[in-house]
């Protein structure tokens, strides 16, 4: 059975930094991994979805790397600002039963 | 371009009662998914319809039941309901591949408080 860790549950940082959130998952065998973001109340919106063959995809201030061999997968955040400030959440896909598995997720506040 | 539509935004209900979640999927798509996300906790699969059959099931008791019409959209059924049933209810669709390597797009979700 796949599980997801994410750390660190909680970070609160000054805004202008450069972040880095992590994913953990025990079953190598993914078809894929995404990060979210939900805001308080909200639903999730996707930030990056990597396949498996992929080492890392880029949009804007975010890049999320990862390597299937070690179980894990990273979230940078360059330049954080205060509207970056929301919960971020992992997901792999199994590969064969396409069920995804999400991690507790990371709590992100930016304060200016 | 509507996005994932869920109704009702919130709901209340008391134990035993039985309760239907709707959702509409982002135009264009045609596989829906449904979660559970309790306060502080990760989403948890339910179920994923697509082609108005039930594809995949999450570890979820038969008392969660769920259907697709012929436009896409689905309902969530939930009978009995206990107050571990108190949680948000998100809806997910995508365009269905050979891969499933579409990411997939979610409401805001319906509220469950069960007293």
């Known amino acids: 059975k796949q599980e997801v860790t994410q750390i660190p549950a909680a970070l609160s940082v000054p805004e202008g930094e450069n972040l880095v959130l992590n994913c953990s998952f025990t079953?190598?065998?993914?078809?894929?991994l995404q990060w979210f973001r939900q805001d308080p109340g909200k639903g999730l919106t996707s930030l990056l979805l990597?396949?498996?063959?992929?080492r890392e995809q880029t949009s804007g201030r975010l890049n999320a790397s990862l390597d299937k061999s070690s179980g894990r997968s990273t979230l940078y955040i360059a330049a954080s600002q205060p509207g970056d400030s929301a919960t971020y959440l992992c997901?792999?896909?199994?590969?064969?039963?396409?069920?995804?598995?999400f991690g507790r997720g990371t709590s992100l506040i930016v304060h200016p | 371009d509507a996005g994932v539509t869920q109704s009702p935004t919130h709901l209340i209900k008391t134990r035993g009662q039985q309760v239907t979640l709707r959702c509409s999927p982002k135009?264009?798509?045609?596989?829906v998914s449904w979660y559970q996300q309790a306060l502080g906790q990760g989403p948890q699969f339910i179920f994923q319809?697509?082609?108005?059959?039930?594809?995949q099931r999450g570890n979820f008791p038969d008392r969660f039941s769920g259907h697709q019409f012929p436009n896409y959209s689905s309902e969530l059924n939930v009978n009995a309901l206990l107050l571990g049933d108190s949680a948000l209810y998100l809806c997910?669709?995508?365009?269905?591949?050979?891969?499933?390597?579409?990411?997939?797009?979610f409401g805001d979700g319906t509220r469950l408080s069960i007293l």
């Open positions: 997910a669709s995508s365009w269905r591949t050979t891969g499933g390597d579409q990411p997939q797009h």
């Open positions: 079953d190598s065998a993914i078809y894929n």
């Open positions: 990597i396949q498996s063959s992929q």
């Open positions: 997901a792999t896909i199994s590969g064969g039963s396409y069920i995804p598995t």
């Open positions: 135009s264009g798509h045609d596989t």
């Open positions: 319809y697509y082609e108005e059959e039930e594809r």
